[in-house]
């Protein structure tokens, strides 16, 4: 039986928990869905991590590299989407200097005016240590604040923790 994938679909779970596994599972086999990376390659292990999840997923997946400007991307798609990962989009918003409540509300525009579904991953702001400098304190209290603001929108919330998925919220 194949689910159909509401409007909105927030994934989310700890680094290694299987959330972006869970995420791609959600789309149909041969699905032309459209993934859009946050992520840069910044060093030799991260672009081996972006070609690891780039491996995963079939031929018929298109890739935009897009580390800011999301809401754009999302609106201008036809197509189903997968944003892969607001946890990066936060990063590289506050290392821009980018106003983040300004910029999550335009992604919240987009994603409300889209017709095809939407699955957005992120990390799970609240199941680590508070880290030990200001910025990263900063990163994770934006994060979690942009993770409640999208979940309150998504019609569909799943927190994904050693591969297996909770169904948090399900609008029916």
Known sequence: ???TLPHLTLVLGGQRSGKSVHAESLFPRGSRALYIATAEAGDAEMAERIAQ????????????EEPLDIARTVAAAP???????????VANLIAAR?????????L????????APTVVVSVEAGLGVVP?????RRWLDALGLVNQKIAAHAARVVLVAA???LVLKEKK
């Open 79 to 89: 197509q189903p989407v997968l944003v892969e990962c607001l946890s990066l989009w």
């Open 108 to 115: 919240l525009a987009a994603l409300a005016e889209r017709k």
């Open 163 to 165: 591969g297996l998925p």
């Open 53 to 64: 999840h780039k491996s995963r997923r079939g031929k018929d997946w298109k890739t935009i």
């Open 98 to 106: 980018r106003d983040l409540l300004t910029e999550t509300d335009v």
């Open 132 to 136: 030990d400098n200001a910025l990263a």
């Open 1 to 3: 039986m194949t689910r």
